[in-house]
């Protein structure tokens, strides 16, 4: 009897467990004052964090403001359990955040307005806006948490609510790339009232970022799919499906996508917005 061939997810959520006594602890993991690595492989149960507004439901932080680096937004991944959820997820006032789907399916409650968030779906959430989570399915949902306090303009409105899937966005090709390097933009970048942004942006094998890209927008990069060689200050970095890059304002960074797959990554980055001084 034939096998079937097990479909891959294009969106890597996998974590958790402990590795034998056997193992090495050499690993990929490394901060910087430039910049943060953290593979797939350091996301274990023991590292874990419990929020106090959600029953059900475990997290890995990926970012938080530090000194040294990237001090605009929080990260992390959210995992919750079958009926676990929050009614109230976030803490603080005017902080907006932006979700992810990794696995599963997220029932987001925005505004008395009910969505259902599967693999690839995203919400933009205002500041001060008033919602709920939900994991109504039997296996676990995952996902993506970016919050950054919002940074109000006097002559701009205050940013709407948006929620879609990035299966149904159309990418942007970068210039001159034959479409091999392309964004897929969740937030439109056009629009003041967004004081963030979050894209995937895709490399086909082979294609790569052929500068050092210096600029004062911190990053976080999560690895989606596939794998690649990451140029991050002077150091030169392995990455693949899993790992996680946080990267200060003025971090040289380039990459060279390596194959078979193509290289795929969720990317927060800080813009429209004068330089507070």
Known sequence: MTVPAQVKSPYYNTYGGHPPQSDLLTDRAVVTEAYTVIPKGV???IVTSV???FTGTRAWVLNRPVAGGPTTFSQVIVEISAGG???K???QADV???LFVVGGELTLTLEGEEHVLAEGGFAFVPPNANWSLKNNREEITTFHWIRKRYEALDYVPAPKAVVGNEKDIVPGAMPDTDNKWRTTRMLDPEDLS????VNIVTFEPGA???FAETHVMEHGLYVLEGKAVYRLNDDWVEVEAGDYMALRAFCPQACYAGGPDNFRYLLYKDQNRQITL
């Open 85 to 87: 959820g929050a009614e």
């Open 194 to 197: 967004y004081d963030f942004g």
């Open 208 to 210: 790569s970022i052929p």
């Open 43 to 45: 996301l274990r149960d």
């Open 96 to 98: 907006s955040s932006f």
């Open 51 to 53: 929020f106090p507004e």
């Open 89 to 91: 997820p976030e803490p």
